[in-house]
């Protein structure tokens, strides 16, 4: 369902396109690996997906089922929270493992957060925390790295830049651009699977950054 209303929704806020590389797959049981740069990119990602035919579970943030309406859509479309810090970030692992192994497409933000940033430029992924390398580890899926850009035009910086944005976006409708990398399997110890999941991410994120004309996919 939150993948449908992001695809109505988001024309409204801007320009979204979508290309993949040759060889792109997204299978079932196949984790998707996003770069997260704004509050907006999660609706950005689904609706591409949506468009190549993926309606994926959400590992995200424990604190976003506490948001009225949007925490009921997350119960019933059978998304997971992770609890940082928590002994319950571990059954969060267990949940995707499941979702996995029933042919469900996961979305994984393995950076855990969102930039410091204020500005509304791009950048490229930060560092990922251990938790996508574990699950690959758990589950042994193939992943599939997605990179986006353009969300920070619509979103970005603190509470009132925030609120601008999306109130001017649907004025403004900025250009976004979804790029999906091929399938890869992940091998060696955790910091091995992490450093290649990043790079990879990081190819896709570039690649998308390349189609808006942003100067930072230039950037080595």
């Not at 204020?118 to 758990?138: I, M, N, Y």
């Not at 990879?200 to 004309?213: C, E, Q, S, Y």
Request: hydrophobic residues 50%; charged residues 15%.
């Amino acid at each position: 369902m939150l993948s449908r209303i992001a695809d109505l929704l988001l024309p409204a806020f801007g320009r979204l396109s979508v290309t993949t590389d040759p060889g792109a797959e997204l299978a079932p049981g196949s984790i998707i690996a996003a770069n997260h740069t704004s509050l907006a990119d999660p609706a950005v990602v689904l609706a591409a997906l949506h468009r190549l035919g993926v309606e994926p579970v959400i590992m995200a943030t424990a604190g976003l089922w506490r948001v009225p309406v949007l925490g009921r859509a997350l119960v019933r479309g059978g998304h997971i929270p992770v609890h940082r810090g928590d002994r319950r970030a571990a059954a969060a692992l267990d949940l995707a493992a499941e979702a996995l192994e029933q042919g469900r497409h996961l979305l994984i933000y393995a950076e855990g957060g969102l930039p410091r940033r204020k500005d509304a430029a791009e950048a490229a992924p930060g560092s990922f925390r251990s938790g996508l390398a574990r699950l690959v580890e758990h589950a042994g899926a193939p992943v599939v790295p997605v990179g986006q850009a353009g969300a920070r035009r619509i979103t970005s910086g603190g509470v009132v830049k925030q609120l601008a944005g999306l109130a001017t976006a649907p004025v403004r409708r900025p250009n976004l651009h979804v790029h999906v990398g091929a399938p890869m399997v992940l091998t060696g110890d955790l910091a091995a699977c992490t450093a290649q999941a990043r790079t990879a991410v990081t190819t896709a994120w570039r690649a998308a950054a390349a189609r808006l004309g942003e100067p930072a996919a230039l950037a080595a």
